[in-house]
């Protein structure tokens, strides 16, 4: 009987090693989890031999995230332990916390951070596998190792017959058996496995050429369609913020000339009046010429206005289509950032131009209504009084964006009894919170308790109608003249008044696509009081849209007004 045996050896098993008896040693694998921000696996990988990680569709480990690197890193095996290599990445990576600079060996099991993009390896030894995921793992690193390769028999004659070749090095192994060339002590299994490693590797070349032809012509084609759908996305998005200044600055004229036409109509009001009390003779002809004016004059803004709801519809479509150009897959976070984009629309805010990091900031103040009881209480009072129609109704006669409806939520809660604190300017009273003069100012008697904190039925800034009326007419002209139709901004002058606020926005340009929000937080000055002021309020319209979906019980208050 011979004392020839025969093995099953991978030959593209590279990493692998032989020991004295020329049986196949398997180095460790390694069980790869992906985790995410919060730590938690989302999947896993099983590997034999070296991998790579990073943005690239040719990684082994792809991270579609802008914060990753193209190619981030690479772990192989190499002298006996396995290895960490950053691959020049921008972030940087870091292991437990720590960043590693150059070429390390990797301990495991181990934490590997990708730089700041919240997002972690979780890297274990085969030895720390279960039963079922060794197998697993058995079974990768053979199918990987006989991948693009054949099982050869290799006989042994003993372990004296072959001792010269049976101590080459792996390096030299691999050299002698992919060699141009045979070597002229080549043994009889030695010429078949060149032979079938070389016809192996002729079919396979023959085969990725077609495979290399196809897919360099699916990749030119797909470049060309994500070049023309970037392209298109462009001027699209372009021809959209293009036409929505072009609004903005109509919406401006518009308002400035309704509160002109509507200060003139009020002069000639109270001319009849007079003329009647005191029975004085004047010029009739005068009188039907100003009335002719005013009549022409409203005829002209609601044509201007229905040329607005023209132009209005026209950059709707663009928006829609450079939604369809952005395809995402629906998720909770997608439908949030919607439900911003729309409330930014709905303050007269351009949705395309949101500022990095707003979506962001909006959830954070949603997170402090999610905590505190204030918001489901003060829209309680809302409908429990029924003061959304009465806001509504104020906010429709004056043409003013719906979503101001939540400013009185941020003022007082929607309580009209609330007193504000005495400050140097007076004391601010009722839900609107109109300080003495600006109450005044806009035909609010303050009332004899004005300078003392108590509540005053002759003040009426407590009366909520009449409180209402003067609290949009208050934002018309802001909106109008300072804000530049910008709604936040609005807001942003209302909360402080004639101060600092005020004087950074007369600094802006006099104009809707430099003078508005996304410019405005820009500055680094501005009163945390203020900042906070808009963020609560545009952060509790975003809940509005849909309370269900943040954990509120209430209606949707829009939808509460429409009803009532």
Avoid at 303 to 321: C, G, I, T
Avoid at 326 to 333: H, K, M, N
Wanted: charged share 25%; no cysteine.
């Amino acid at each position: 009987m011979s004392d020839d045996k025969t093995i099953i050896k991978p030959l593209s098993g590279l990493h692998n090693e032989l020991d004295q008896d020329h049986t196949v040693l398997l180095q460790p694998g390694l069980r790869v989890s992906l985790l995410d921000n919060q730590g938690k696996p989302t999947k896993q990988f099983i590997f034999s031999q070296k991998f790579t990680v990073g943005r690239s569709p040719d990684n082994d480990i792809v991270i579609p995230n802008q914060l990753v690197s193209r190619h981030h890193l690479e772990v192989k095996w190499e002298k006996g332990s396995w290895w960490i290599d950053d691959l020049n990445s921008a972030n940087g990576i870091y292991i437990d916390h720590k960043q590693v600079k150059q070429k390390s060996r990797l301990p495991l099991p181990s934490i590997i951070s990708l730089g700041i993009a919240n997002v972690s390896l979780q890297i274990e030894a085969a030895d720390r596998m279960g039963r079922e995921d060794k197998a697993n793992a058995e079974k990768q690193i053979t199918d990987h190792n006989l991948k693009s390769s054949v099982e050869i028999p290799v006989t042994v004659k003993t372990k004296q017959a072959d001792s010269a070749r049976s101590n080459l090095s792996e390096k030299e192994l691999k050299a002698r058996l992919l060699a141009k060339i045979e070597a002229k002590d080549s043994g009889e299994y030695t010429h078949m496995v060149r032979k079938i490693i070389h016809e192996d590797r002729a079919a396979q070349n023959k085969s990725h050429k077609k495979v290399i032809w196809s897919l360099a012509f699916l990749v030119v084609l797909s470049v060309g369609l994500v070049v023309y759908q970037q392209t298109m996305l462009s001027n699209t998005r372009a021809l959209a913020i293009d036409m929505f200044y072009d609004i903005k600055t109509l919406e401006v004229s518009l308002a400035q000339a309704e509160i002109k036409l509507q200060e003139s109509a009020e002069v000639l009001d109270l001319t009849m009046r007079a003329m009647m009390k005191e029975k004085l003779e004047t010029d009739q002809k005068k009188i039907r010429e100003e009335y002719q004016k005013i009549t022409a004059e409203r005829q002209r803004i609601a044509q201007a206005r229905q040329k607005l709801n023209n132009m209005k519809a026209k950059y709707q479509q663009y928006v829609d289509e450079v939604k369809s150009l952005r395809f995402r897959f629906p998720t909770d976070a997608l439908y949030e950032e919607q439900l911003i984009a729309r409330v930014a629309r709905g303050f007269d805010e351009s949705e395309l131009e949101l500022p990095e990091g707003f979506v962001t900031e909006v959830k954070r103040y949603i997170t402090y209504w999610q905590r505190s009881a204030r918001l489901q209480q003060a829209m309680k009072r809302l409908a429990d009084n029924g003061y959304a129609s009465v806001i509504m109704d104020a906010l429709n006669k004056t043409g003013l964006p719906l979503y101001f409806i939540y400013l009185p939520l941020q003022e007082s809660s929607y309580d009209t009894y609330a007193i504000g604190p005495e400050t140097r300017f007076g004391i601010a009273k009722g839900a609107w919170q109109f300080l003495p003069t600006t109450g005044q100012e806009y035909g609010l008697s303050p009332g004899p308790l004005a300078n003392t904190r108590e509540y005053d039925a002759q003040d009426e800034r407590f009366d909520f109608e009449r409180a209402t009326q003067a609290g949009t007419k208050y934002l018309k002209d802001i909106y109008s003249r300072e804000a530049q139709a910008s709604g936040l901004l609005v807001m942003a002058s209302y909360n402080y008044g004639h101060t600092r606020v005020r004087n950074i926005i007369s600094k802006m340009p006099d104009n809707p696509r430099d003078r508005n929000f996304w410019k405005f937080i820009q500055y680094k000055d501005i009163p945390k009081e203020t900042y906070d002021y808009v963020f609560f309020i545009f952060s509790a319209a975003v809940i509005g849209e849909d309370p269900k979906h943040f954990g509120f019980s209430f209606k949707a208050p829009l939808a509460l007004a429409t009803q009532s």
